[in-house]
């Protein structure tokens, strides 16, 4: 079983940290599918020291969400410092994350993300700042490199454990690759082979086949599952299951996506208002479609919602008529 300091899973397999998309609706509802352990969108250190209004609204976690990882990312160590003593005395987050991976300009340019891989006495400094003032367990989420001249994963391993970090989760992807190209899991075994701390593999597990994979060509603690968890929680319940019998379970019918899809829109609205929600929710309903036959022009009539009695009606519609198909086909 997969255990990070004192904070023990149910299972081995976890959320990732996706920016964006991992706030406290959609977490909860891969929650009950079963993931052992979800993990919060990455929160400014800076927005949370100056208690930004809209930083703070993503510090809420639903009690129901526990054990939740949350992330944090900058690129200075006395604001990292306050922000995760912020976090480690004013949240129930179980452990407090520090993103090293993220590869976008904005957040690179601030020395922060997937800045730090350069440099792996810059992450032994930062992290043992940072476990030195809280109480929470804290772990880093990494990618193995900046490009592939400067790999330095297993270094920058090493350093977050002799700095007291308690896990490490490894996207095997470089920062230049960004979301491209094959995951080297490699790598990831190397990593796992040189700490004495849980590591936790990232990158390409698309399938439950896939997360089994993982865990036997690279020893991994545990499999962290982020893009193929879009609007499909039931990866993450099939991922379980599969790990734990060996048995496949089927693909959720059109109608259980939408119903869950549905589910989903209506704890985004209660956590932001229905017009943001809603706009949010665009994407994440064109995920839920996907695989679903004749979804094409429904997922572009999805742009033009802005109320939740539209889309609720624009689902719900498309549903009953893929049921009519289908029953036609069976009947003739």
């Given amino acids: 079983m997969l255990k990070i300091g004192n904070i023990e899973m149910k299972n081995r397999v976890v959320l990732a940290p996706m920016a964006g998309i991992c706030n406290s609706a959609f977490r909860l509802t891969v929650k009950e599918f079963g ?37 944090i990312f900058g690129g200075k160590r006395e604001s990292l410092v306050q922000a995760a003593s912020f976090v480690d005395k004013n949240t129930n987050a179980d452990i407090i994350d520090i993103n ?9 340019k601030c020395d922060a993300g997937a800045k730090w891989l350069l440099d792996p006495n810059k992450i032994y400094e930062m992290v043992s700042a940072v476990t030195e003032a809280v109480d929470k367990p804290v772990t880093v989420k990494m990618r193995m490199g900046w490009d592939e001249d400067h790999i330095y994963a297993v270094e920058n391993a090493r350093a977050v ?7 490490v989760a490894l996207h095997g992807r470089t920062r230049v690759q960004m979301y491209e190209g094959h995951a080297n899991w490699d790598i990831i075994k190397e990593v796992k082979q040189s700490v004495n701390i849980p590591v936790i593999g990232n990158g390409d597990v698309q399938t439950p086949q896939d997360a089994k994979r993982m865990l036997e060509e690279t020893g991994v603690d545990g499999v962290m599952i982020g893009r193929a968890a879009l609007g499909n929680p039931w990866m993450i319940y099939r991922t379980v299951h599969y790990l734990e019998t060996g048995e496949l379970m089927e693909e959720p019918t059109a109608r259980e996506k939408i119903d869950v899809c549905l589910l989903h829109l209506d ?51 498309f549903v ?13």
């Avoid at 090293?100 to 690179?108: A, E, F, L, Q, R």
């Avoid at 454990?161 to 896990?167: L, S, V």
């Fill in 267 to 317: 704890r985004l609205i209660a956590l932001k208002n229905e017009n943001i929600a809603v706009r949010e929710m665009r994407k994440h309903a064109a995920w839920y479609l996907k695989g679903i036959r004749g979804n094409a022009r429904v997922r572009k009539d999805i742009n033009l919602c802005d109320t939740r009695e539209e889309l609720v009606n624009l689902l719900s519609n």
């Fill in 320 to 332: 009953q008529e893929v049921e009519e198909k289908e029953a036609a086909v069976q009947a003739g």
């Fill in 161 to 167: 454990e002799r700095a007291g970090g308690q896990a």
């Fill in 35 to 71: 993931a052992g352990l979800v993990c919060a969108e990455m929160v400014s250190d800076k927005g949370i020291v100056f208690q930004n209004e809209k930083t703070m609204d993503m510090l809420y976690i639903d009690e129901r969400e526990n054990p939740l990882s949350l992330q």
């Fill in 100 to 108: 090293m991976g993220c590869p976008v300009p904005k957040i690179t």
